[in-house]
């Protein structure tokens, strides 16, 4: 998901002492019953537009604790859905706060977005957009630098020498001309007392020790072990364990039950029934799961009981017929076209596709008269907090959501529809509930990445050379739905990020948009949402004007980068990696990708082999990344490989249908995932630089695509328009 519109304060980079950003925007400090020090930081939290009467609020969003054991304790305001996010973090703060990044450690935040409110995301308490590397990017390093400066400060007070002739080194203070020392835990409760330093000057990039090397993850031991508790792990006292049943119709509700065979199942403890769904209560889930099958359930299917995907397509087909709100407008795109010496045109689709995370959804929850509690993994923690209190009528106060590790979120979890469902489920139960979806159920009432229709054409010079470019879309808006005062005049960031603000030099430009919800359907966020769809199209498109040119496809790009370098940069490396150029089998091309978003320059080049039967195998994808400074190389180059594997399933398998008002797809038999041993070789280079950080998660995903697609074209001459291209491939 994007929101760019509301990112700009928050990524330009300061590296030079903060005169601007003193201790009224980012820093507050206080003594913690005299045992130590607690540094609070705050980023404003705004949305742009669509508050700008309100007053800015720098309350603080993270704290960070020196105890007078020496121990350094992050409340970390993000979560870790295996991206790596506890580590990287951490390494921020240990670098300014001159310590071993063992020596962090982590807890959970709890919900209360004024404290940990993400602030690329409006001040929401959001993990997601890739951006928790930058919306940390100098608030963590400014919290360690200020912690580190109150500590050296109580030093030399207590040792009466100027504190410039010390300095931090492994969390301990030196002396270096008297050879004293002194560890910090000894020192926070002093330091506490210390004045807030009105600037800190932070580390410049050559004096980085931690930064920018390649760091063990902080949470792999756990992993490895077993120790780790992910959602799905909670297990309160004396917890029951449910699983459930939804109308298979969005919108279609309970007609009857008949649940005596399922009460006579040994281990079901209870039958809940709410207006859209029956969830059954027993001692394990073995015993629910057999309870549910035991239902005898008959549904009103509602309104769209006859809705297919068909119907769904050809609706945002003919909107794209009419004109919509403007996203981008360059030059006169009508009157170049009119005299174009070429023009070529295309319609592309993508399809509605669910998030199949490992960890299906699940949620825990104990209802009582005075209190609500909640165990769950989840990317929004006020927001599941809310929703618990809104469901029970609570005030949020009565509400504690215990946050676990997520396996996998993907954008799934940035909803709550699966903490409501458990809070309606619990409020029928006598003591705590976990509520597990199956699998079939996870995927049956997923909500979906939208599916999209669009048209584009351009129109070319003497030289095959771009000079009108025309592209009109239509699909859902999540961020109208999710985040309403983003969506203004028919518009949101995330939904054109890709199509719009392209890098390439294009002189006349005009993209719309048409906002168009798919009856009854739940769409979401899905790693890399608007890029996962608009990339496919542009960077397909743009293959198609190379071959009109009769240009070979990295050429044709280059001569359109030269007025961005770091886009022409990454090109010019994944091409030379991959051999771009050299020969290869009959029945294997290559296609390549170029790709601005979420701040990162990145190219990829598949290597596609198409068998006789049309059966398509990615032998191998090349990728090229500029995404500014790195903080852990490691976790990019993983965040790559598994965004690569996430588009690849998409591009080559990912696709929910529906048919009669109900999803097709029940489990991996039917929505299939990438096997290993379909795996292609993956290589990952990193282009160093000094630029801010830019976002990484979601990038691999969107960029595999079209450098599939184009690669099949490549080795067969034919062009995928329609993903996924199984299908295409053997229709």
């Known amino acids: ?97 001159e310590i071993d990044l063992k020596q962090v450690q982590l807890e959970h935040a709890p919900p209360n977005e004024k404290l940990y409110g993400n602030p690329l995301l409006g001040g929401l308490q959001a993990t ?177 009981a006859k809705l297919g995907t068909d119907q769904i397509v050809a609706e945002l087909e003919k909107a794209t017929l009419e004109s919509g709100p403007v996203a981008q407008s360059i030059g006169d795109v009508d009157r170049v076209m009119a005299s174009a010496v070429t023009k070529v045109e295309a319609t592309y689709q993508v399809p509605f596709l669910a998030h199949a995370t490992m960890e299906p959804m699940n949620c825990a929850v104990h209802v009582r008269k005075d209190g609500c509690e909640v165990w769950v993994g989840t990317q929004v923690m006020a927001r599941a907090q809310a929703a618990a209190a809104k469901v029970t009528g609570l005030p949020l106060d009565k509400v504690v959501v215990h946050n676990h590790l997520i396996g996998g979120g993907f954008g799934r979890r940035l909803e709550i529809d699966g903490v409501t469902r458990a809070v309606q489920i619990a409020m029928h139960v006598d003591g705590p509930v976990k509520v597990v979806w199956t699998r079939e159920e996870d995927i049956q009432h997923d909500m979906y990445r939208p599916c999209f229709f669009d048209r584009i054409s351009a129109g070319l010079d003497e030289k095959g050379m771009p000079v009108a470019w025309n592209h009109r879309f239509a699909g859902s808006s999540i961020i109208a739905r999710w985040l309403p005062p983003a969506f203004s005049n028919g518009l949101d960031s995330d939904t054109t990020e890709g199509a719009i603000d392209l890098a390439y030099t294009l002189p006349n430009l005009h993209v719309e948009y048409l906002r168009v919800e798919p009856p009854g359907i739940p769409t979401a966020f899905w790693r890399s949402v608007g890029p996962s769809h608009n990339v496919f199209v542009t960077e397909s ?113 990912g696709e929910i249908t529906l048919k009669g008002g109900r999803v097709e797809q029940t489990n991996f038999n039917t929505y299939k995932i990438l096997r290993i041993d379909e795996t292609p070789a993956i290589e990952v280079y990193i282009v160093q630089s000094q630029e801010p950080p830019g976002g990484i998660g979601e990038t691999g995903t969107s960029a595999v695509v079209p450098a599939v697609t184009n690669a099949i074209f490549a080795a067969t001459g034919r062009r995928i328009r329609k993903l996924p291209v199984g299908e295409q491939m053997n229709g």
Not at 548 to 558: G, I, L, N, S
Not at 574 to 600: C, D, E, I, N, Y
Not at 625 to 644: E, F, K, L, Y
Request: aromatic letters at 6%.
């Open 541 to 653: 498109f743009m293959d198609e004007l190379a071959v009109a040119a009769k240009q070979d496809p990295v050429t044709y790009r280059r001569t359109l980068l030269d007025k961005a370098p770091r886009a022409k940069g990454v090109l010019d490396l994944a091409a030379q990696k991959a051999g771009w150029g050299q020969p290869l089998p009959k029945g294997v091309g290559r296609g390549v990708s170029v790709q601005h978003a979420f701040a990162t320059y990145m190219a990829q080049v598949a290597e596609v082999e198409v068998s006789r039967d049309g059966a398509a195998r990615v032998r191998r994808v090349v990728c090229a990344i500029d995404c500014g400074t790195v903080v852990n190389p490691d976790t990019v180059r993983a965040q790559v490989q598994s965004g690569i594997m996430f588009g690849l399933t998409a591009a080559l398998y």
């Open 128 to 304: 997601g957009n890739s951006n928790a590397i930058r919306a940390s990017w100098q608030p963590l390093r400014h919290a360690g630098a200020t912690a580190r400066s109150m500590l050296v400060a109580a030093a030399a007070k207590r040792w009466n020498v100027d504190p410039g002739s010390c300095r931090a080194q492994s969390g301990e203070v030196l002396h270096p001309p008297t050879g004293r020392r002194i560890k910090y835990g000894e020192l926070a409760a002093a330091a506490a007392r210390m004045p807030v330093p009105e600037s800190v000057a932070l580390k410049r990039p050559g004096k980085f020790k931690l930064i920018g090397t390649p760091a063990k993850r902080l949470d792999g031991p756990a992993k490895v072990n077993g120790s780790a508790l992910y959602g799905i792990d909670a297990r309160p006292s004396g917890v029951k364990i449910a699983t459930l049943a939804q109308s298979p119709v969005f919108g279609g509700r309970l007609k009857s039950l008949d649940a005596a065979a399922a009460k006579g199942v040994k281990g079901v403890r209870q039958i809940v029934e709410l207006d859209d769904a029956v969830a059954v209560v027993a001692d394990h889930m073995g015993a629910a799961k057999k309870g549910l099958a035991a239902l005898a359930i008959e549904w009103d299917d509602g309104p769209h």
């Open 1 to 97: 998901m994007t929101l760019n519109r509301l990112t700009c304060a928050a990524e330009r980079d300061h590296s030079t002492p903060a005169n601007g950003l003193s201790r009224r925007i980012f820093l507050k400090a206080s003594i913690a019953s005299g045992s130590g020090l607690i540094l609070g930081f705050g980023l404003p939290a705004f949305l742009g537009d669509a508050v700008a009467d309100a007053p800015r609020s720098f309350a603080p969003n993270a704290f960070i604790r020196v105890g007078s054991d020496g121990k350094v304790v992050l409340t970390m305001p993000y979560v870790e859905m295996g991206q790596g996010t506890y580590t990287s973090i951490p390494m921020l703060l240990a670098e300014e706060l």
